[in-house]
């Protein structure tokens, strides 16, 4: 998993009031918890847009006077209307301690159901993962070449390296369907062949 660097400011004060002041200064209010201590932090808003509005999951690493914490983010808050973000909770993670976060996942490869004129459709976009924060990746890739017509891949069809899937291995992660196409020619294609079989001339005795 990479590592984002950002800077941030201890906030000394915290309430609504002072929190729409540092928003009107493109600050967003933030906390780090997990450690020995919750800080209730700031961070630019625009350093957060490489962070936020991506699929992929990172370690930030989060700088406060001298002081490097590492995190990975764990909630955010959105305004209903104008979609800024309004608060970040940062969990404080460690090297020796396992943390569970939602990884993205990815499908990769030609599936069989594609060749057969299907489609394979991606169910749950994110998985909850378990590991140590270093062996975690940005992403959770699913092969899917030998995924046919009618089958599907669940969770506990999948195994990564140095992660445990914790959903319910029942969950299904990806499905291979007819596309309506293809369900509309072989609609097509079995009505026309009563109408073949009418046509052709009765054998001779």
């Not at 390296?161 to 499905?175: E, G, I, P, T, Y």
């Amino acid at each position: 998993m990479k590592t984002i660097e950002i800077n941030g400011s201890l906030r000394t004060e915290t309430g609504k009031k002072i929190a729409k002041q540092y928003r009107k200064n493109k600050q967003v209010p933030a906390v780090i918890y997990g450690g020995d201590v919750n800080l209730s932090i700031v961070v630019n808003e625009t350093d957060l847009k490489p962070i936020v509005y991506t699929p992929t999951v990172h370690i930030v690493n989060i700088k406060i006077d001298g002081k490097a914490y590492e995190t990975i983010v764990k909630d955010i808050q959105f305004h209903p209307v104008s979609d800024k973000i309004l608060h970040i909770d940062f969990l404080h993670i460690f090297d020796d301690k396992k943390v569970t976060l939602g990884l993205p996942v990815v499908l990769s490869g030609l599936s069989e159901a594609a060749k057969q004129g299907g489609k394979v459709l991606l169910i749950n976009r994110k998985l909850r993962a378990c590991g140590f924060p270093q062996e975690l990746p940005e992403m959770l890739e699913v092969d899917i070449t030998n995924l046919v017509l009618g089958k599907t891949i669940m969770v506990g069809d999948l195994s990564f390296d140095n992660v445990q899937l914790v959903d319910l291995k029942s969950m299904v992660v990806a499905s291979a369907q007819l596309t309506r196409a293809a369900r509309g020619t072989a609609a097509d294609a079995a009505a026309a062949a009563p109408a073949v079989a009418a046509a052709a001339p009765a054998a001779k005795e």
